[in-house]
């Protein structure tokens, strides 16, 4: 039998997806299962485009331009200058979701061996992007008693080889909900100038900021045009992660150049969700004044009840809609089975996502998980409920 | 400024896309072109799959199943077992066009400097997901005195070394039109036994078999069902290039759980395509029945138009819808670019793609290239007249 590459025996199983089969099962037997490990919403997606798609008078469905739709990327263009984004439509490429933004960027500026360096819990995603690419991951630790924030510039400088080329940043945050302030995104930049580093910025979650925080793109920094790449994707903006609708961004010439070889290589991004998406700009202001209200509802309701929890910590996220919290256990992968496989409160439970799968150093974030505040009022309320009586059963038995 | 990869700077430009720039120029300045150059077909989508995309009523679009719907992978499996290919929903994963098939299986099957053997010409992107993969093609030349038939594997044997980990084949072929015989496609599967080697069968233009051919699936071999990968696409078959939906199908169990892990990182194929995919499957047989006629027509018309140009030698395509021709020129690459910018046959010319791209030996296929028969009868007969007269004029000049 022909032997699978090592690369393929060093993908991770993803963290937020291992434990499917055994909520499966639990299914299977009848349990209903509170959803908290993935950022899928249940916000609905605007109208206006879905409305796109249900009109849509295609008669021939032929590929798209490589670097997606000329008036999407014109429309896009003007969505970031309004987000205080100096970008042309030049310097946007379309790509299937932020994910194929991410391996375009890798396969651009690094070659196997090389090294990226990224602050850990990070979006555990970005592993397997590694590992495809031959990159080299090297973390640096972020705590939950800073919620999280940028660590040392001094320790990233004792990170920095020859063979470093870029630092991956997730603002906010994905894990943590972090927002980096101005001053961070500072601090970032004259770094990457100091040492030719690219900074890749994945600002996917960029709308969602609270208590009037803004959010600082790596893009608005005039002497970083070279060095800045900024991955962008409209899956949680409206609410339409099967899209699969990104793209990557940068005013430096020969990186796009060089991204649209590996955009031309797989031919165009998907032709109807590049129609909703564009569509979406349209989406009027009341839908995100009422999703943020809806979140920043969510995320006090989540925090406050979780920090009523004996024994439990938590990050207050100021943006995206996760937040990490430690629990009074040791190991987080255990209990998350735990809870599928053998407890139910009234034949209920909670699926939450063991945090150890987003950090990259072993052992480490063993006793946190990422929690997605994605579910309505009264899911949250029955999923804080649930979590304190399996705390308590769980640490009665172990 | 930051330097951009090696790989990157490796990656080829698309030699089907390069001539985009002259042939803008040529249509800013008011000349028609007739493009023989991209597998763009000018056939319909099947009503039945852009209807399912216009009469969605999603609410909140969301992440697929990493490997796709599942309803989908079932009809699909039933698509297959009628085409003599006997797999199972299990056996298949959805991914964003053949494009991302290929991807994960040069992922799953090669590490770094690993080898994967393909006869020339071929689908030149295949060099693209190469270089992103780091993978070294090593070609073997087929020739257009065999209309490009099956090398010998002896040729195939010569190049085996410890780092060979696949061999790739197009059947039928892209841009040979070639189809595969029973009989070569057992040689290939007992030298992939005998070698303990994969096989990755591109089979997108399955449907497209002209004179009543058969086409003989590496799926339909049972010894080979731990070595055999299928690599397909709704592209073609319903002219839905512009979905980007395709699969990769194998009954390797490890192979098929570690292609899952490249497809959970990147999280899900899009959804509308996905609708407009599974609909497609109900597409009537009367649909392919007039597709077939069509082609068959383009290209008995194509292909006797060429046989009667002075000095054209051509391969006579027994399925997809390209051929391989040979002009009477020493480099098509100049040609082409001549074609647009300097010829014009009362304002039209006809846009063609330079074979050297689809060979991965240099300086070779200098004289060819590739003819999609994609147009109408009118245009293709308009196509020829305008090549017959290039051709002359351009070799009075030169």
């Known amino acids: 039998m022909p032997k699978i590459s090592h690369k393929g025996q060093e993908m991770p199983e993803s963290p937020i997806r291992k434990l499917v089969p055994f909520a499966e099962a639990a299914i299977r037997k009848g349990k209903k299962i509170y959803q908290l490990n993935i950022g899928q919403p249940d916000i609905k997606t605007p109208e206006v485009a879905l409305n796109a798609v249900k009109n849509h008078n295609i008669e021939v469905l032929s590929y798209s331009h490589s670097a997606g739709f000329e008036t999407y990327r014109e429309k896009l263009a003007n969505y970031y200058k309004k987000s205080s984004i100096p970008v042309e439509k030049e310097d946007i490429i379309i790509t299937t979701g932020g994910s194929e933004a991410l391996l375009f960027a890798m396969g651009s500026i690094t070659d ?28 640096i630790e972020s705590t939950i008693d800073t919620n999280f924030a940028l660590p040392p510039i001094a320790e990233f400088e004792k990170l920095i080889t020859n063979k470093t080329k870029a630092i991956l940043i997730c603002n906010p945050g994905n894990p943590t909900g972090y927002l980096y302030t101005k001053d961070e995104i500072k601090q970032l930049a004259d770094l990457a100038l100091k040492h030719d580093l690219f900074i890749v910025s994945d600002e996917v979650y960029r709308e969602f900021a609270y208590e009037g925080a803004q959010h600082h793109s790596i893009m608005s920094i005039p002497e970083l045009s070279e060095n800045a790449i900024m991955v962008d994707s409209v899956s949680k903006r409206y609410s339409m992660c099967g899209a699969r609708i990104g793209c990557i961004v940068s005013k430096n010439k020969e990186l796009m150049a060089t991204a649209m070889k590996f955009a031309q290589a797989r031919l165009s991004p ?57 629990l009074p256990v040791e190991n987080t992968d255990d209990f998350a089975k735990w809870l ?39 899911d949250l309320e029955r999923s804080l409920e649930i979590l304190e009586k399996a705390l308590k059963q769980y640490n009665s038995q172990n």
Chains 1, 2 share one sequence.
């Open 270 to 326: 998907p032709s109807f969700a590049q129609i909703a998406s564009e569509a979406a700009l349209d989406t009027p202001q009341e839908y995100f004044d009422d999703v943020i209200e809806q979140y920043t509802f969510r995320r006090n309701l989540l925090v406050e009840g979780l920090q009523k929890i004996e024994g439990v910590k938590v990050a207050k996220p100021r943006g995206a809609f996760y937040c990490i919290a430690e």
């Open 340 to 378: 599928l496989e053998s407890f139910e409160d009234n034949n209920e439970t909670i699926m939450v996502a063991p945090a150890a799968g987003f950090y990259s150093t072993p052992n480490t974030g063993m006793n946190q998980v990422r929690i997605a505040y994605v579910l309505k009022k009264e």
């Open 112 to 139: 196997p061996g090389d090294e990226v360096i990224i602050p850990e819990p990070f979006y555990a995603n970005y592993n397997g992007f590694a590992i495809a690419s031959g990159v080299t991951i090297k973390p």
